[in-house]
């Protein structure tokens, strides 16, 4: 373990110092774009309007032929478009294929000053990230980078979720995490296909001699919820879910990002272009909510105390909920016009 002042030093001469507090970044949506194709890449300028992030993905779904291409694309999108308010990250290959340090020190040295984030894959421990912490910082000094690239960790094995914690403390570069069901249910050994979503063999049967015996579905992802939530929370990054495969089902995909939302979660990918408005639906406060929420916050001005509004009690721990939903509300209005009538904001 580093001692704290350590932490935040920069791991390499001239590099830029890791950040102490994330920056304050609307990403309701990660939106995977796969680099190589061309009339995918012609759409960004009005996607960077659309979304909150634009990911260029490099690692699964893109063929193993067109990953030199993919990594090429992305570079080029990169610095053709710019981003503004709009988040820009890309997903490298995990560190144990043959792509992933090309695609750290090409794309690092052509467009790192615009890299918001790198979501690395597979991540199983510490190691993983303490290993592109110091690539990272290599590279920040050669390249005379101004700006800490940050590290989003994707949730995807059984042995990262196993070290959830001490991958979610490993570097103050980390933004966050994102659970990965496919990879995850491959790595459990899960008798799933889907990507995301519940299975409806995951059920709790009502007792015998009930009468009709009702089964209703539990949620796969309860249990890595709660323990990636905690681990980001406790670390002060972000926790995110993952894919929802079935782009022929909104509503499952719907119910995956609200259960998601519900838990603590700040965002989800979007695979597909309809996912885009099912994220800003999710993870976008609930006008009523922001509103009642408004008036907590104005009713107890110092955030302490106890008041009662509509029969419900209020104290310095609802005002903190008030606050997270107000806060939340204010970024979404700065990117979204029309959600900004909508909180009278
Ligand atoms: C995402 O990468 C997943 O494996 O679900
Ligand atoms: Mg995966």
Redesign the pocket.
Known sequence: MKLPRNFFRPLAIGAPAPPRELPVRLERMIHFVPPHNDKLRAKVPELIKEVDVVLGNL??AIPAESKLAARAGFIELARQNEFGSTGLWT?INALNSPWAFDDLVEIVGAVGAKLDVIML??VDGPWDIHYLDQLLAQLEAKHSLKKPILIHA?L?TAEGVMNVEVIASASPRLHGM?????????SRRMKTTR??GGHPDYKVLADPGTGARPAHQQDLWHYTFGRMVDACAANGIKPFY??F?DFADPEGCEVQFRSAFIQGCVGA?SLHPSQIEIAKRVFSPDPAEVAFAKRILAAMPDGTGAVMLDGKMQDDATWKQAKVMVDLARLVAAKDPARAGLYGL
């Open positions: 690692e699964d997903r894959p597979k994707i995807e994102s659970l990965g069901p496919a990879d995850l249910a491959a990507v995301g993952g894919p495969g990918w």
